[in-house]
């Protein structure tokens, strides 16, 4: 598509429950960013994908959360066992390499209850 | 400390005025970023700084390596500029700034 998709765009879950969240990456973009902003807050940095690898996983704030990416196109999110602290807008960006401009997806705005 | 530092954090101009934004950093970086977040909107990239100066309409940005500072200039600002102008660098990692609210009152 001509953009980053992100979906769903809003996901209302249950304190416990696991979700998934997804990012479609402009075609051809090798590198892929996930982020978090919560209410009044910075961006916060989660993950980075070159390809199917991901070079840097520092930012993912517990073992609940994973990502993956597969043929080097969509990836996806996972919560488990969710918190109300995980509560947030989740953006997802991509670019072509790690040194071009990102473009950014419109978020999904996760509610833990 | 934070690896990325803005000024100010909050900003208020009159329509018309001339804006700058400050961005300075403390770690190697590879490329600055400047983005911008409207009230309720997504983000969107304005600009990506490895060395100089780049500008689009009345956004300019300049970066000096030597330093570790980049600035993001507003000519000739209006209302529809408001909005959170956030400073990222990329190196090892990714480090964002906590943003600059602007405001520009008509």
């Known amino acids: 598509g001509a953009g980053v998709s992100q979906s769903p765009s809003n996901k209302v879950t249950e304190k416990g429950k696991d979700v998934e969240l997804r990012c479609d990456p402009i075609s051809g973009h090798t590198a892929l960013y996930w982020y978090r902003q919560s209410l009044g807050q910075g961006l916060e940095f989660l993950i980075y994908?070159?390809?199917?690898?991901?070079?840097?996983k520092s930012g993912l704030p517990s073992d609940r959360f994973s990502a993956e990416r597969t043929g080097g196109s969509v990836s996806t999110l996972t919560i488990q066992r969710t918190q109300q602290e995980d509560s947030a807008v989740y953006l997802c960006a991509s670019s072509r390499d790690k040194n071009y401009g990102y473009t950014f997806g419109s978020g999904t705005r996760l509610t833990v209850v | 400390k934070n690896e990325v530092e803005q000024s100010p954090q909050n900003l208020t101009a009159q329509e018309g005025e001339f804006i700058t934004i400050n961005c300075s950093y403390s770690v190697g970086i590879s490329a600055l970023h400047w983005l911008q977040q409207h009230p309720g909107g997504g983000i969107v990239s304005l600009f990506m700084?490895?060395?100089g100066k780049k500008k689009h309409g009345r956004l300019i940005a300049t970066i000096n390596i030597q330093e570790k500072h980049s600035s993001l200039h507003i000519t000739a600002s209006h209302p529809r500029d408001s909005a959170v102008y956030i400073c990222?660098?990329?190196?090892?990692?990714?480090?964002f700034g906590t943003g600059t609210s602007l405001t520009v009152i008509p």
């Open positions: 990222a660098v990329t190196g090892n990692q990714f480090y």
């Open positions: 700084l490895s060395s």
């Open positions: 994908f070159q390809g199917n690898s991901a070079p840097d």
